[in-house]
């Protein structure tokens, strides 16, 4: 394996999650990377990754001789989806408690891309579509809040020089 590779850079929208280890971060994913015809499989560490997320990695190519071709991640970078599609594959991923994919088809339904803000800033719009009670409403919203905390220390952390296993770590160890 070649140590002195230069880092390349690689971005697109994750389309499966195939491992995620919530103890240690590590993932497996495959992200559709514009001029590559097939999925291409990154690998690395973060405390969270959902399906829909787009995401920007640095990171080498390493030829694993179990698994074949794959990107090795050093820094992962996820931004939430901005269009419909992502937008509905990222809330029916499982990861906000109270949505499934089920549910996540009508919220685009009825709030479009504004569905982040509506869940952020006027949760009680929520309320309007039929089946959801106070109750669901307080989950996803508290689920939401959740989500959003964790990713905000992942930046900030980041954004400092962490690295993002060390920043797993930090956060699986504080909170």
């Given at each position: ?14 389309e ?5 280890s ?12 514009k ?11 973060t405390p969270?990754?959902t399906a ?12 694993d001789p ?21 937008i509905?594959k990222?809330l ?13 088809k ?13 869940i ?8 309007e579509?039929?089946g959801?009670g ?5 989950k ?6 959740e ?11 980041q ?8 920043a ?8």
């Open positions: 394996m070649h140590q002195h590779q230069p880092l390349i850079h690689l971005s697109g929208p994750v499966r999650v195939t491992f995620h919530e103890a240690s971060g590590f993932f497996v994913i495959r992200v559709k990377v001029g590559q015809r097939d999925l291409v499989t990154v690998t690395g560490n969270s990754i829909g997320e787009y995401i920007e990695a640095t990171g080498i190519w390493i030829n179990k698994h074949g071709v794959q990107f090795q991640a050093k820094t992962i970078k996820t931004i939430v989806p901005t269009t419909l599609e992502g509905e990222y029916g991923s499982g990861m906000v408690k109270g949505i499934g994919p089920h549910f996540a009508r919220l685009v339904k009825a709030f479009g891309e504004a569905v982040f803000d509506v952020e800033q006027t949760p009680e719009r929520l309320l579509l039929e959801i106070k109750k669901r409403q307080v996803i919203t508290s689920a939401w809040a989500q959003k905390v964790v990713r905000d220390i992942m930046v900030f952390l954004s400092h020089g962490v690295g993002t296993s060390r797993v770590r930090i956060y699986k160890t504080y909170g």
